[in-house]
């Protein structure tokens, strides 16, 4: 099986083709992804009307990219993948029309992908890792624990009632003028830094829920940045860098260590815990997952670093699993800006519209 996958539901335009060949490191046959950082540095943020006039630009080159890097030709495809949502609107709208497009004069079928389906499914694409396993998503836009059981069959442990934590490495690394994009920046930063000289607070370590919060760790760091004046040394920024890191870090395991407790009482055979989504390219945070799963007798899993952040891969994974299962869609399918991976998880008190 052969997929073309489409990928714009931010601000990086991709197109990759995947087969399921049975050695992983055989499946990507091709994968470009086109980063728009250039276009949305200046703003120091994504800028929805910028990310889809690029993916208007640079799609349709991508995608012939794509299917003369792997070689193949549209006869030679099975499917037509396209992140459906969630993700902003105007992105998403460009590439299901192409998508939808392409099936159409092609005659191949249609899967649009949600598109945290496939963050949670990447880990499969490069281990076959077998259901159920626990999922810690995190990016710049989500922050949950969820519980993988099974393709389209995801049950939500925990989300974040306000910030994502990529959304928290982000503004804070613009707090302390490391620039954009803030995650990799603050990481580099914090590597010279001492993370014990700021005391910053821990947010819902210790609850008896999974949920998440960081809202009230930014207004600190933001505090904690005012008082070292309009000039701070290199080393103030490093150690600030360094605490707001190891804050983050702190939450993210306090919050996954309870869900492996759920994951373990209610599925005794799961024996994986995955992390995706841009976060997880983090070191550190890679470090201290695995040495709590082996703490609690899992095994630690994670894609590759350039599977982390958004890409057609991922997408294209995504479809073959569903099509393997019969799962199509039709040509009216509508992108949705919001479209939660288990929608009978109960909303978290404080949470946002960000599902």
């Excluded at 073309?4 to 060949?21: K, M, R, Y």
């Excluded at 949600?114 to 880990?123: G, K, R």
């Excluded at 899992?298 to 350039?306: D, I, N, R, S, T």
């Amino acid at each position: 099986m052969m997929i073309l996958g489409i990928e714009t539901s931010c601000d990086e335009t991709a197109a990759a083709v995947v087969t399921d060949a049975a050695d992983p490191a055989l499946r990507i046959r091709a994968n470009p992804v086109l980063s728009q950082l250039a276009e949305h540095r200046p703003y120091g943020g994504v800028v929805p009307e910028i990310a889809a006039r690029a993916h208007l630009d640079h799609l349709d080159r991508l995608i012939r990219e794509a299917m003369a890097e792997a070689g193949i030709g549209f006869p030679d495809l099975d499917g037509i993948a396209f992140s459906g949502g969630p993700g902003l609107i105007g992105g998403l709208l460009v590439g299901a029309t192409m998508g939808k497009a392409l099936a159409l004069v092609h005659g191949l079928p249609i899967i649009a992908v949600n598109h945290l389906e496939a963050h949670a499914l990447t880990v499969r694409l490069g281990h076959d890792t077998p259901f159920p396993y626990l999922l810690l998503l995190v990016s710049g836009g989500h922050c949950q624990l969820l519980c993988v059981e099974g393709v389209g069959r995801y049950r939500r442990y925990g989300t974040t009632i306000d910030d994502a934590a990529g959304e928290c490495f982000d503004k804070c690394a613009k707090l302390l003028g490391l620039g954009y994009p803030g995650g990799p920046a603050l990481e580099r930063a914090a590597e010279g830094g001492d993370p014990s000289r700021f005391d910053l607070p821990r947010p819902m370590k210790g609850r008896p829920s999974c949920d998440f919060s960081f809202s009230g760790l930014k207004t600190a760091v933001r505090r904690a940045a005012l008082a070292l004046g309009e000039a701070p040394a290199s080393q103030d920024i490093a150690d600030l860098a360094a605490a707001t890191e190891a804050a983050i870090g702190d939450s993210l395991i306090d919050r996954t260590a309870r869900a492996i407790d759920r994951f373990r009482a209610e599925h005794p055979e799961g024996r994986h815990l995955v992390v995706a989504g841009g976060v997880a390219a983090n070191r550190r945070l890679r470090q201290r997952l695995s040495t709590l799963a082996m703490e609690r007798g899992l095994e630690f899993v994670a894609p590759a670093l350039a599977l982390c952040t958004d890409n057609a891969a991922m997408v294209a994974w995504a479809g073959i699993e569903r099509l393997r299962l019969g799962f199509t869609d039709s040509i009216d399918f509508a992108p949705r800006p919001r479209w939660p991976l288990d929608p009978t998880a109960p909303r978290a008190i404080g949470a946002g519209v960000k599902a």
